[in-house]
């Protein structure tokens, strides 16, 4: 598949959840449909940029995300339900941020947005980026180039809304 863009609708797929009663299946049509939501997505939770900047700056700005209208702010990587869980537990992120499990990647090659790390060791996982979407369609997108941390940021998003 050809990358997302600005004006396609997400994938109508199901992704996991980590629950207090275990990881849970959620379904992306459920998260979006009538709301704006930011999801943001990681090469990889427990990995350096995406502990110490990626996913703090959300969660530190997730109350003034809301406060322009957003609804969601989602957490992706192509990671497991538990370690997404622990990952959110280490970072104190709360109900701020929901984590989604995208474990085999396939969210993640449906919008065209993989990136193979294999040679580093860690698969396939996903590029570094930020979406803005209005019930299910994307009205922004901001890809980072490769081992950049500048337009998928927080603060670039609600510059952006």
Not at 19 to 32: C, L, R, Y
Request: with cysteine; aromatic share 6%.
């Amino acid at each position: 598949m050809s990358t997302i863009k600005v004006g396609d609708s997400l994938p109508s797929m199901k992704l996991m959840v980590a629950t207090d009663d275990g990881p849970k299946e959620v379904a992306i049509d459920e998260i979006f449909k009538g709301k704006k939501v930011v999801l943001f997505a990681v090469p990889g939770a427990f990995t350096p940029t995406c502990s110490a900047k990626h996913l703090p700056g959300f969660v530190q700005n997730a109350d003034a995300l809301m406060a322009k209208g957003v609804d969601h702010v989602v957490c992706l990587a192509v990671n497991d339900a538990f370690v997404m869980g622990a990952w959110a537990h280490d970072q104190k992120v709360g109900d701020k941020v929901l984590m989604l499990a995208d474990g085999s990647g396939a969210f993640t090659k449906a919008v065209g947005l993989e990136l193979d790390l294999a040679a580093r060791g860690l698969g396939v996982r996903s590029q570094r980026y930020a979406l803005v979407a209005e019930d299910g369609k994307v009205t922004h997108l901001a890809i980072e180039a490769p081992g950049g941390f500048d337009v998928s940021r927080a603060e670039a998003i609600l510059a952006a809304l």
